[in-house]
C-alpha cells in the first residue's frame, strides 16, 4: 500500500490511546494515540507494520504473554519485531495464522488491522468486552474508534436511536444510544472485504457443563451428551481456582510503568491487592522496569455517614498487607461538580452516582504518578456474586455435585424466600415488582433482568405509539444467540444460564463502561481485570453451581462466591472472608436546596427535556422536587438519569428527536 496516499484524521484528545479508523475508499487510514505502558521506546509506536509493509495494525489496551509469544513468532515464521511492545505481535501472529490469530491472545484489546494483499479491514474486541469499539458508515465510509466522540471530526453527527433508549437496547446488544452507530460484541470481530462486504464472527464464548449427571446407559444411547458429575474434591478446584487467580494478577502486574491497585470495601479487589503482594513479596514479579517492590493502593471515600462509605474497611485491608492507601473524598459537593463531565466521558447514562467517584478516582490515579491499575471487576459475574443469582441457583437442584448439602425440601423453601426478597428489591429499586416477563419465556430469563427496564424513562406518546409497547426482559432475551438459548433450556443449570446473560448484557455494556474503562481513561489510566482472565473463566466455568453458591446446614445460610472465599483466605483478613456481598455504590439520598438538587434542577428544564425530544416533559415536571422532598429512591434514580440525557444531549449536539414520518420504515440507513 501506497503509505503516501494515506489520509490521517486524529480526534484532538490526549486522554485514550484511540484506534480511530477510517475506510476512505479507496484509501485505508490507521491512526492511534499512545498510552505507552510497555516498549517505551520508538519500537512501541503505532500502527505496526510487517516487513514488507502489506499489514498494519493499531491496537488498544494491554495483551499478556507477549515475550513467550514473541519467542515462538521468531522460532516459527523468523519474524523480526521492531520493539518491545507487547502489541506488536499482533501482526506476526496475524501474518502467520490469519483470523484465527485472535485464539492466541490473552489480555484486554480492541484492534484493528489492515492486510492490504487481500484488501482485507479486521476489527476485533478482547472476550469480554473490556475495551471498547465502535463502528458506523457515514457518507459511505466505515469508520470505527474506541469512543463515539471520536467519531466527529470524520463528519459523524449523532442522532437519538429513540428504539433502542426505550427497550434498553443499548444495555443488551450491540446497539447504542445513537442511530446507526454499533458496538463489536465481546469476542466478535468485524471484516471488510475489498472495502465493501462487511460481516462479522464470533472468536470465543463461555460455555458451561451439563446440569444433569446421566445414568450409564443413558451415556452409552447419547454419547454426545456429556454427564458432568463432577469427582474432582473440594481442595482441587479450590488449588485450581487459586492457581488461575494467582497468574492471571502476576501477568497483569507485568509493565514498564509502576502498577497501582484500586482497593475497595470488598473481597474482589482485596485478594487481588493480596495476591499481588503475595507475588512481590516472593520476588516473582516487579512493578515497573525500574524493579519497584512497592505496592500502592487506592479507593474512593463517601461521606461515613451516608451508609456507602467502604473506605475505612479499604483501610484496614491495606494495614493488613502493609501497602499504602490512597482515598478520593468524594461527598455531595464533588459528585456535583464532576456529574457533566464523567457524562461526557461515559457517553451514556448510570443510573446512580458511582461512576462519578470512579472518574475522580482515576483523576487521584493519574496524578500520584500511576498509568495502570488492577480492579476487581468481573469477580461477581464469574463466581456468582449477585443476590439476585440465588433464585437462579435455587430453580434446579445442582446434580452435578454428589456432596451437596441442600436437600430439596429447603431448596423449595429458599427458593420461595428468595422469590419474596427479590420482589422486594425490584420495587425498591425500580418501582416495580419485576413480574412482567411471560410465562413461556420464564425458563430463559434469568432473574436480573427484571432490573435492567429501571429507572422509569417517560417517553413520549409519539414514541410509544410509534415502536408500540417494548419489553426490556424481551429485548434482553432475543438478544442471545438460538442455540445458547437452547442450551440454557435443555443443558445448563440456571445459575450459569444467569451467569451467561449478565456477562453478555449488563457486563461490557453498563458495568465496564460506565464504571471501568470510561472512568479509567478519562485520565488516561489503563485498568486491568484479573477476574476476566478467560483461562480463568473458563476454569471457573467448569465448576459445580455449589463451588459458587454454597448452603450450609448449620446456620441455614446461602453464600455467594463460596470458592473465591476459599481460595482468597491466605491473602485477605478474616473480615472480609466473611463479609458479606456490598456492591459498590455512591448515596443516593441528598438534601432540599444541596448541591445535586440545584444540579438537576439547573439541567433538568422545559427546554432541556423538550430538546431531547423522547421524554415527556409533563410526566417529569415535578420529578426533581418531588424527589428530593420525598427523598424516594426511585425518583431519584430517575432524575440522575434524566438529566446524563440532557448533558449527553448537550455535549454531543444531539438534534430532537421526531416522531418518522408516515411511510418510512425507520430502518437506518447508510
Request: charged fraction near 25%.
Amino acid at each position: 500500500m501506497d503509505k503516501s496516499r494515506w489520509q490521517y484524521r486524529y480526534f484532538p484528545s490526549t486522554h485514550r490511546p484511540i484506534p480511530s479508523i477510517a475506510l476512505l475508499i479507496p484509501i485505508t487510514g490507521l491512526g492511534s494515540c499512545r498510552l505507552a505502558i510497555n516498549g517505551l521506546g520508538p519500537g512501541g509506536q503505532q500502527p505496526f507494520s510487517n516487513s514488507d509493509g502489506t499489514i498494519h495494525a493499531v491496537v488498544n489496551g494491554e495483551l499478556y504473554d507477549h515475550q513467550r509469544i514473541r519467542d515462538d513468532m521468531t522460532q516459527l515464521s523468523g519474524y523480526k519485531f521492531q520493539g518491545g511492545s507487547d502489541s506488536e505481535i499482533v501482526v506476526a501472529l496475524y501474518e502467520y495464522y490469519g483470523v484465527s490469530f485472535l485464539s492466541s491472545l490473552r489480555g484486554e484489546f480492541a484492534l484493528s488491522i489492515y492486510d492490504s494483499k487481500k484488501q482485507l479491514f479486521l476489527a476485533a474486541r478482547d472476550r469480554s468486552g473490556v475495551k471498547p469499539l465502535f463502528w458506523t458508515i457515514h457518507n459511505g465510509t466505515l469508520l470505527l474508534a474506541s469512543e463515539a466522540k471520536a467519531l466527529l471530526p470524520f463528519g459523524w453527527r449523532p442522532e437519538w436511536d429513540v428504539r433502542s433508549i426505550i427497550d434498553n437496547g443499548w444495555l443488551t446488544e450491540e446497539r447504542t444510544i445513537f442511530k446507526g452507530l454499533r458496538k463489536i460484541r465481546p469476542g466478535h470481530y468485524m471484516t471488510c472485504l475489498s472495502l465493501d462486504h462487511i460481516s462479522e464472527g464470533q472468536y470465543w464464548d463461555h460455555d458451561y457443563p451439563n446440569k444433569q449427571a446421566l445414568p450409564f446407559e443413558l451415556r452409552i444411547a447419547n454419547p454426545i451428551i456429556k454427564h458432568t458429575l463432577d469427582t474432582r474434591t473440594e481442595e482441587e478446584m479450590i488449588e485450581g481456582v487459586r492457581s488461575k487467580m494467582l497468574d492471571a494478577v502476576r501477568v497483569r502486574l507485568q509493565a514498564d510503568v509502576p502498577v497501582g491497585i484500586h482497593l475497595s470495601g470488598g473481597i474482589d479487589s482485596a485478594v487481588i491487592a493480596g495476591m499481588a503482594k503475595h507475588l512481590l513479596d516472593k520476588g516473582e514479579v516487579k512493578l515497573g522496569s525500574d524493579g519497584d517492590h512497592h505496592l500502592r493502593c487506592q479507593g474512593i471515600a463517601f461521606d461515613q455517614g451516608s451508609g456507602y462509605d467502604e473506605s475505612v474497611i479499604a483501610q484496614r485491608t491495606a494495614d493488613f498487607l502493609g501497602v499504602d492507601f490512597q482515598k478520593a473524598y468524594m461527598n455531595e459537593m464533588e459528585l456535583a461538580a464532576n456529574f457533566e463531565e464523567a457524562v461526557w466521558f461515559d457517553e451514556q447514562p448510570h443510573f446512580e452516582l458511582g461512576f462519578v467517584g470512579k472518574h475522580v478516582l482515576s483523576k487521584l490515579t493519574r496524578d500520584s504518578g500511576l498509568k495502570t491499575i488492577i480492579s476487581g471487576q468481573g469477580s461477581d459475574e464469574i463466581f456468582g456474586g449477585y443476590d439476585v443469582y440465588l433464585r437462579d441457583y435455587l430453580r434446579e437442584p445442582d446434580e452435578a455435585w454428589p456432596d451437596n448439602d441442600l436437600d430439596e425440601s429447603t431448596r423449595l423453601q429458599k427458593l420461595q424466600e428468595s422469590t419474596t426478597s427479590m420482589t422486594k428489591s425490584f420495587t425498591t429499586w425500580t418501582g416495580h415488582d419485576g413480574n412482567k416477563i411471560p410465562i413461556h419465556l420464564s425458563s430463559e430469563i434469568p432473574t436480573f433482568a427484571s432490573s435492567l427496564s429501571i429507572p422509569h424513562l417517560f417517553p413520549t406518546s409519539w414514541a410509544m405509539q410509534q415502536y408500540g409497547p417494548l419489553s426490556p426482559q424481551i429485548t434482553m432475551i432475543e438478544n442471545i444467540d438460538v442455540r445458547i438459548r437452547s442450551l440454557m433450556r435443555i443443558k445448563w443449570h440456571p445459575l450459569h444460564s444467569a451467569q451467561y446473560v449478565w456477562n453478555k448484557t449488563a457486563l461490557p455494556n453498563m458495568l465496564l463502561t460506565n464504571l471501568s474503562d470510561r472512568t479509567e481513561m478519562s485520565h488516561s489510566v489503563e485498568g486491568r481485570v484479573p477476574f476476566l482472565d478467560h483461562q480463568l473463566m473458563e476454569y471457573v466455568n467448569g465448576l459445580p453451581p455449589s463451588m459458587k453458591i454454597r448452603y450450609d446446614p448449620e446456620t441455614g445460610v446461602l453464600t455467594e462466591k463460596w470458592i473465591l472465599r476459599q481460595a482468597a483466605r491466605p491473602f485477605i483478613t478474616e473480615e472480609l472472608y466473611a463479609r458479606k456481598k456490598h456492591p459498590y455504590s455512591a448515596p443516593t439520598l441528598y438534601p432540599l436546596h444541596g448541591p445535586m438538587h440545584t444540579l438537576l434542577s439547573r439541567l433538568i428544564t422545559r427546554a432541556s427535556i423538550e430538546n431531547l425530544g423522547f421524554i415527556d416533559w409533563e410526566k417529569v415536571e415535578n420529578l426533581v422536587e418531588t424527589a428530593f422532598q420525598s427523598q424516594d429512591q426511585v425518583k431519584l434514580r430517575s432524575a440522575f438519569g434524566i438529566a446524563q440525557w440532557v448533558v449527553l444531549g448537550r455535549r454531543f449536539g444531539v438534534p430532537k428527536a421526531r416522531p418518522m414520518p408516515e411511510g418510512v420504515d425507520g430502518v437506518d440507513g447508510e
